[in-house]
């Protein structure tokens, strides 16, 4: 398999269970993990890269059309990451015991992973 599709894998897999992790924690919501923090639909985009990795010749990278849909769907999924972000953090701005959770740094880390995939997915050649 090429390395391009093992690290879009990992990537997906990272980015999955992201969102079980908890995003937010404070008195009055307690802990809301990713699901319940509506980070979900960042998979959205993913599935679409991950068809893109598991068909096809999966000894070479991508083609040139699939690799730059596959770029362009997990460079989405790290947008919406990103907006989600912004999200926790204004709704933990000024309350003293609100904080951030784990979930939200490990969803960005596991579509960042599925962007370097999907670029490496244009060396045709595994070595």
């Given at each position: 398999?090429?390395?391009?599709?093992?690290?879009?894998?990992?990537?997906?897999?990272?980015?999955?269970?992201?969102?079980?992790l908890?995003?937010?924690?404070?008195?009055?919501?307690?802990?809301?993990?990713?699901?319940?923090?509506?980070?979900?639909?960042?998979?959205?985009?993913?599935a679409?890269?991950?068809?893109?990795?598991?068909?096809?010749?999966?000894?070479?990278?991508?083609?040139?059309?699939?690799?730059?849909?596959?770029?362009?769907?997990?460079?989405?999924?790290?947008?919406?990451?990103?907006?989600?972000?912004?999200?926790?953090?204004?709704?933990?701005?000024?309350?003293?015991?609100?904080?951030?959770?784990?979930?939200?740094?490990?969803?960005?880390?596991?579509?960042?992973?599925?962007?370097?995939?999907?670029?490496?997915?244009?060396?045709?050649?595994?070595?």
């Amino acid at each position: 398999m090429h390395r391009s599709r093992i690290v879009v894998l990992i990537g997906i897999l990272i980015t999955g269970v992201a969102v079980l992790l908890p995003f937010t924690r404070s008195p009055a919501a307690g802990t809301v993990n990713g699901i319940d923090g509506a980070a979900w639909p960042a998979l959205l985009p993913l599935a679409i890269v991950l068809l893109i990795a598991v068909v096809g010749d999966r000894v070479e990278g991508n083609r040139l059309i699939p690799g730059i849909i596959s770029t362009i769907f997990s460079c989405l999924a790290v947008v919406f990451t990103v907006v989600k972000i912004n999200d926790g953090l204004l709704s933990v701005r000024g309350t003293e015991e609100a904080s951030m959770g784990i979930g939200p740094w490990v969803l960005l880390a596991g579509t960042v992973i599925v962007v370097a995939g999907s670029l490496l997915g244009f060396t045709r050649r595994v070595g």
